[in-house]
């Protein structure tokens, strides 16, 4: 070994010095140590990202480009929809007399009254605008289907919700939907407005009448899977209202269902009218289904078309687009998506 690495020294460097300085010299005990004041509180919080459970969805839900063109979509049909008869004025009689303007076919309806959006879609038996009848009907159709859906979920759910967790409540309602269930739904609906005038609110009254009940039996077969997990026994042992466990523990917990079950339902009400307004039992009101039933003569006559397959084009995308978007919407509210 070199002799003055040995010694301690190197090239007259001494090792001793390169050592790092205490910086500690010379300090007083209240400088070199402090009181930790401890929280149980503190202590069982756990350090992780932000969650934001709907920004999630969302987050999800964009992920598929699909769901963009479909939303882009449904934003463009539900525009037209409420916002063109507020700009538009639309009569539906208002070429009644003139022969000549009656069964036009788009080339043939616009030859006549020059390029206008109104004859894209030509023109219907009374002379009017195919295209213009198309977005009045879209209307009524869309807010039937909408204010339906939000009676029936809105009962179904928390009626539900309540049937499912109190087994009292069960025994009642399984002998009220062992005997409605097996009456067909379109044949209520269809007694209804034979009963009643076909209007709008008539129309709504039928669907909501034993509607909500099928949602209810579903959400109440979801609850009793869950509703015995152990955080409901605390609840419950605690003395927390049944209603009240319905609405904090249970509900929250099936958000994924609820939408994706609404999916299914908006857009069933819509072909719900169609069909009706087919057989002759529909709305009076100029509806979609209202449109086809008008139609229907014109659906093999040549040249005569579009009168007939203009509106259930546009009814069929309604229904699949909603179907669609509240499916995917479904999916991507299950929290398990968000991983």
Request: glycine share 6%; with cysteine.
């Amino acid at each position: 070994m070199n002799k003055n690495i040995k010694n301690g020294k190197h090239k007259g460097v001494n090792v001793a010095d390169l050592k790092e300085p205490d910086l500690t010299e010379g300090m007083t005990d209240e400088e070199l140590f402090s009181v930790i004041n401890h929280s149980d509180l503190e202590s069982e919080k756990i350090t992780a990202p932000r969650y934001s459970y709907w920004q999630s969805v969302f987050r999800v839900f964009f992920r598929k480009k699909i769901n963009i063109v479909m939303l882009s979509l449904l934003g463009v049909i539900v525009l037209m929809a409420y916002l063109y008869p507020i700009f538009v004025e639309y009569d539906k009689f208002g070429n009644l007399l003139n022969a000549s303007a009656k069964h036009l076919t788009p080339k043939a309806a616009i030859d006549k009254f020059g390029f206008s959006i109104h004859w894209l879609l030509g023109a219907g038996a009374a002379g009017q605008s195919t295209f213009d009848a198309i977005w009045y009907g879209s209307q009524i159709s869309i807010s039937l289907a909408l204010i339906v859906a939000l009676i029936n979920m809105t009962v179904g759910v928390l009626v539900g919700a309540i049937w499912g967790f109190s087994k009292k409540v069960d025994n009642v309602m399984m002998i009220v939907y062992n005997i409605i269930a097996n009456l067909p739904y379109i044949l209520v609906i269809s007694v209804m407005v034979m009963i009643f005038s076909a209007g709008f609110w008539t129309m709504v009254f039928a669907m909501t009448i034993t509607g909500w009940l099928m949602i209810a039996y579903f959400i109440r077969t979801q609850v009793v899977i869950i509703r015995d997990r152990e955080y409901n026994l605390a609840s419950r042992c605690l003395g927390t209202s049944t209603i009240r466990i319905a609405m904090k523990n249970i509900l929250p917990f099936m958000t994924s269902i609820v939408v994706t079950l609404a999916a299914t339902e908006i857009p069933s009400y819509i072909s719900y009218e169609v069909f009706l307004a087919y057989i002759g039992m529909g709305l009076k009101e100029m509806s979609l289904g209202r449109l086809i039933f008008e139609a229907e003569s014109a659906m093999l006559t040549p040249g005569w078309g579009f009168e007939f397959w203009s509106p259930v084009a546009v009814a069929s995308i309604i229904t699949i687009v909603l179907y669609v978007v509240g499916q995917n919407l479904g999916d991507a509210s299950d929290p398990r998506t968000h991983m």
